[in-house]
T-cell receptor, first 110, second 113 residues
Framework: EDQVTQSPEALRLQEGESSSLNCSYT??????LFWYRQDPGKGPEFLFT???AGEEKEKERLKATLTKKESFLHITAPKPEDSATYLC???????????FGTGTSLTVIP | NAGVTQTPKFRILKIGQSMTLQCAQD?????MYWYRQDPGMGLKLIYY???????DKGEVPNGYNVSRSTTEDFPLRLELAAPSQTSVYFC????????????FGPGTRLTVT
């Protein structure tokens, strides 16, 4: 069964304190792994797509990496405006569905 | 481009009432999806469509219906609303050929009392 597990559920960081969020997945052939940011009361906002193990993508203070079993979202020197819930999703090669994790709620304290 | 739009933003229904949640996209995406999001539960797929006239059930389809008569629109129908359908509903769309990422609407917060 395809599934996605994210950890930790919640993370509090001081401004400037770097850390990583984890997304472990089980899928029968990976078409893509996706990271989204969700602010309270809003829809998820697309951040990155990773297609194969070893791939990395960067955007400002965020960097996403992918292995055969998991993905990491590294946050370097975070700012309060990075506070949000970060969602991970996978899509299998067969089928059109996306499977989402329950997210990591990140709070960055000034 | 407006992207994915959803109406209404908020709605309160009484048990047994029916309603339609509207979703439209202007990105010419073939694939469209309906999710519900409950606290601590993540996004659960209700129905999806790979093109006009084609729909399929997701993980939690009971109590809902969909139709897709055009590429742009993908309405979700709730028949005989129940308290268990209290949730936030998101519509999303994606291209049928890579890149495959989904683009989400702002959501509809529905309360059934």
């Amino acid at each position: 069964e395809d599934q996605v597990t994210q950890s930790p559920e919640a993370l509090r960081l001081q401004e400037g304190e770097s850390s990583s969020l984890n997304c472990s997945y089980t899928v029968s052939g990976l078409r893509g792994l996706f990271w989204y940011r969700q602010d309270p009361g809003k829809g998820p906002e697309f951040l990155f797509t990773l297609y194969s193990a070893g791939e990395e993508k960067e955007k400002e203070r965020l960097k996403a990496t992918l292995t055969k079993k998991e993905s990491f979202l590294h946050i370097t020197a975070p700012k309060p405006e990075d506070s949000a819930t970060y969602l991970c999703a996978v899509q299998a090669l067969t089928g059109n569905q996306f499977y989402f994790g329950t997210g990591t709620s990140l709070t960055v304290i000034p | 481009n407006a992207g994915v739009t959803q109406t209404p933003k908020f709605r309160i229904l009484k048990i047994g009432q029916s309603m339609t949640l509207q979703c439209a996209q202007d990105m010419n995406h073939n694939y469209m999806y309906w999710y519900r999001q409950d606290p601590g539960m993540g996004l659960k797929l209700i129905y999806y469509s790979v093109g006009a006239g084609i729909t399929d059930k997701g993980e939690v389809p009971n109590g809902y219906n969909v139709s897709r008569s055009t590429t742009e629109d993908f309405p979700l129908r709730l028949e005989l609303a129940a308290p268990s359908q209290t949730s936030v509903y998101f519509c999303a769309s994606s291209a049928s050929h890579g890149p495959y990422e989904q683009y989400f609407g702002p959501g509809t917060r529905l309360t059934v009392t």
